[in-house]
Structures are given as C-alpha cells and as structure tokens.
C-alpha cells in the first residue's frame, strides 16, 4: 500500500505525539529524540533565530516542520514526500509569508542532530537528499563525537570540534557559533 500526504496528515492528528515522515510512499515513524538531542536542537534554533530575527533574515523551524520536497518524477502532490529536518532555515525572499501547511520548498539550512537511536549513515543520506534537490548548507550533529559536519553540494565535509566556530557566510553573513555552546551545560 503507498501512503499520500493526505493519510500522513490523518495519522499526525490521530497520533500527534509521534513523528512521522512520508518517504516514497511509506510512512516512517521515528521514536521520539532522546533529551539531549533535543535540547541541542533547541538550542541551535534559539542561537539562529536570535540572529536572524532582529535581521528579518527569513525562518527558523524545529523538527515538526514540514516540506514537501520536489520530486522530478511525480507530478500529483499528494505522492510527494513531506520531510522534517530537525532545525531548518529558510530565506525571507523565498518565504515571504508563513503557512498553515507543509511548505512546497527545499530549506536553504537543513540540520539533523543524531539522536541516541539514530545511524549516522541515513542521516547523511538525507542531507545528501537535501542538498541534491536545493539545500545550500546541510549539518550533522553528532553528541556522541562531539562534533558539527558542515555538508555543501561538491565540497567536502568540514568536520568541526569544541574550539571551533560554526558560520554561515553564504547564508547568515555575520553570525557565529562556538561549537562548544551547542552541548548542554551541566549544573553544579
């Protein structure tokens, strides 16, 4: 049975809990992250959004977000498949107005942060998908390693540690990041 973007809408009210993504048809169901995982992403998008919204940059989303990405070889809207990355940015000039609705684009930032459960090599391959269908910049988030892989179309990975700085030049001119603030801090 292929699923259409209509019956993922009507799982995500009958189970709003659960995350859910519409990948060729199928639907997959991912866990909920663990709390550390989240709480980095939280924290990327408030490090993001205290840049971009004084700057009226564009958009920042979490990981219930999500966009209907193009796909060359299916024209009905209801096959496409609407994925979430876990934070995502998108340009003012491409979204001008916000929407009560997946949104038709690819996300100029698209960032998946490995939860306790996740493989890495699925998500690399999604922000290798991403990229492939517009994505400027794509980032890996890893707690376990400690590290930031910063991914663009034809370039290699840049992997970053504690004592480096994440920037965004061709998106976010200006706007830094010590990797180091991304990890949680620990309370005495």
């Known amino acids: 049975m292929s699923f259409t973007i209509t019956d993922l809408e009507q799982l995500q009210s009958e189970h709003p809990e659960w995350q859910m993504e ?20 939280a924290r ?3 490090f993001l959004n205290i840049w971009v919204m004084p700057h009226k940059l564009g958009r920042v989303t979490g990981s219930g977000a999500g966009f209907i990405l193009p796909n060359i070889e299916e024209d009905d809207l209801e096959k496409r498949n609407p994925r979430s990355p876990d ?3 998108v340009r003012a000039d491409r979204l001008k107005k ?13 960032v998946e942060i490995k939860s306790k459960s996740d493989r890495i090599k699925p998500l690399e391959e999604k922000i ?8 400027i ?11 930031v892989t910063v991914y663009r179309i034809n370039q290699a990975p840049v992997v970053l540690q504690n004592g480096d700085m994440l ?15 991304l990890w949680p801090p620990e309370f005495e």
């Open 137 to 147: 910049v794509g980032i890996l988030i890893d707690p376990d390693k400690l590290t």
């Open 128 to 135: 290798q998908l991403f990229l492939q269908l517009g994505s």
């Open 167 to 181: 920037t965004l030049p061709d998106l976010l001119p200006g706007w830094e990041l010590a990797i180091l603030e």
């Open 22 to 41: 519409l990948v060729e048809g199928k639907i997959i169901v991912s866990p909920p992250s663990d709390y550390e995982s989240e709480e980095i992403g």
């Open 87 to 89: 934070v995502s940015f």
């Open 98 to 110: 916000t929407k009560r609705d997946f949104v038709e684009l690819v996300p100029d930032l698209m």
């Open 44 to 46: 990327l998008s408030t």
